[in-house]
């Protein structure tokens, strides 16, 4: 019966239940059988339940008047029981779509109001999130400024600020560069993701035209998220970079170090991290700023004033320290002391001035020549010394000769006259030549003695034979 249309359907299920009172005229239970059908087919079948009604409606008048097989008792009050039913939907069908099309509003507002609520929730996640980062964050730059608090050691507090900045803002690669004391340079102090070995000797000139000394100057800081968008920054590109950050540090207006990031890849820090970023580093400027303070005045109390190299005392100290380290390593160490030869008579004949002129001369020539992990210091009046870890005493003699002919072959002007001047290098090495400070001088100061007795302008290692130049 599925196939067959409403009415159809209607006419089959009437013809079914005439027959049923027709075979069972005295059953009044069949009189329940129509009303539970047109109970429900009323609602949902419109079509069916008419044509149901009113094959059911004529049969049933024609068994009762014609055959005589219905219960005269029920037939009125069936009819209009299955008519009311029947009825019942029309009289309350715009009711129900009423509450219907009211449940639907009430349902999508529901929806809507869900969603609102839901994006809320998003959105208070995310800034919580935001919130949360921003408190660790804080929490990490508390813990800095803590431990910069703990240290005027300069350069342990810039190897601080670096594990900061690579643990909380993940730069690929940065440099930080202090200025110097005289203020007339900015020298690399910290690298990371760069050429440590190269940059950690760079210097730039505060007053040049590089672009680290003109961003200096500017006073400003710098992010740019794609290099196209700055002209000044054109020449970087040949260099593969596409993202570039500069942060001075600035206390009373002046420079006194700065930041810079680069990133081969655009976007690399977005402006709410760039934010922080300013906000930290303004936070440490002014420790920093007491610390190189302190590292100069500390260089000031162990440096020479004269040839800026490193005082008596200092090297004494030094001395011992070197010492300990090289016996526990099982290491050489050699000492060079270094004599200008006849230099009374040079600041007779050409005065004082001259006279410490050469002597400055003579301390850059050895700085020159020493490794960076020598110490040069000044001795005493004219001598000069230089402690070198980890050098033999070959090593030590050539690093000997090498300054001893540098300095014979720089010319001295003292006016309109050139001049030169000879020295005389004394060397010994631990722990073949001596196993304490006192006697490592000691046997250094008798080589020194012996070029000076055998004519000068030569180089003697204790307790070898001089070697002429």
């Not at 700065?258 to 440490?284: A, G, H, R, T």
């Not at 008579?345 to 490794?371: P, S």
Request: charged share 25%; hydrophobic share 45%.
């Amino acid at each position: 019966m599925a196939d067959l249309s409403p009415k159809l359907r209607g006419l089959a299920l009437a013809l079914g239940i005439l027959t049923l009172e027709l075979w069972r005229p005295s059953s009044s239970l069949l009189m329940f059988i129509p009303v539970f059908f047109i109970s429900y087919i009323s609602f949902h079948y419109r079509v069916m339940a008419f044509w149901f009604l009113s094959v059911y409606t004529v049969g049933v008048l024609v068994l009762h008047f014609f055959l005589g097989a219905a219960q005269e008792v029920w037939v009125w009050p069936e009819m209009l029981s299955l008519w009311l039913l029947y009825a019942v939907p029309y009289s309350t069908k715009d009711r129900y779509h009423k509450m219907e099309r009211e449940f639907v509003s009430q349902n999508e507002a529901k929806r809507a109001e869900f969603a609102d609520f839901k994006a809320v929730v998003e959105k208070l996640k995310k800034e919580n999130g935001r919130i949360d980062k921003q408190l660790r964050e804080i929490g990490h730059l508390y813990d800095v400024i803590k431990d910069l608090g703990s240290t005027l050691n300069a350069q342990e507090m810039l190897d601080l600020i670096k594990e900061f900045t690579e643990r909380t803002f993940d730069l690929p690669h940065f440099v930080i560069a202090v200025v110097s004391p005289d203020h007339k340079k900015y020298n690399v102090r910290v690298t990371s993701g760069c050429d440590e070995l190269f940059l950690r000797k760079a210097e730039i000139d505060v007053d040049t035209r590089q672009l680290l000394a003109v961003l200096a100057r500017e006073r400003k800081p710098v992010l740019v998220s794609s290099l196209g968008q700055d002209t000044r920054l054109e020449k970087l590109r040949s260099l593969s970079i596409q993202s570039f950050l500069f942060i001075p540090f600035i206390i009373q207006d002046k420079v006194i170090g700065f930041l810079c990031s680069y990133s081969p890849q655009p976007n690399f820090m977005d402006e709410e991290k760039f934010s922080n970023f300013q906000v930290f580093f303004n936070q440490i400027a002014i420790g920093l700023q007491k610390s190189l303070l302190y590292e100069r005045v500390q260089k000031l109390s162990i440096t020479d004033g004269l040839t800026k190299l490193y005082s008596h005392r200092y090297f004494k100290q030094r001395l011992e320290e070197e010492l300990v380290l090289a016996g526990r390593y099982d290491s050489p160490l050699s000492l060079l002391i270094l004599d200008i030869d006849h230099f009374k008579r040079y600041n007779d004949t050409y005065g004082h001035v001259a006279g410490d002129h050469v002597l400055m001369q003579v301390a850059n020539i050895l700085k020159e020549q020493a490794d960076v992990t020598h110490l040069v210091a000044r001795y005493g009046g004219e001598e000069m010394v230089v402690i070198a870890p980890e050098t033999t005493k070959e090593k030590a003699l050539e690093l000997a000769e090498r300054i001893r002919v540098k300095i014979k072959a720089f010319v001295f002007a003292v006016g309109a006259e050139t001049t030169g001047v000879t020295v005389s290098v004394g060397v010994a090495t631990f722990p073949k030549d001596a196993e304490t400070s006192t006697d490592l001088i000691g046997n250094a100061d008798q080589a020194l003695y012996a070029a000076k007795n055998k004519g000068r302008d030569q180089v003697i290692a204790y307790p070898i034979e001089a070697k002429k130049g």
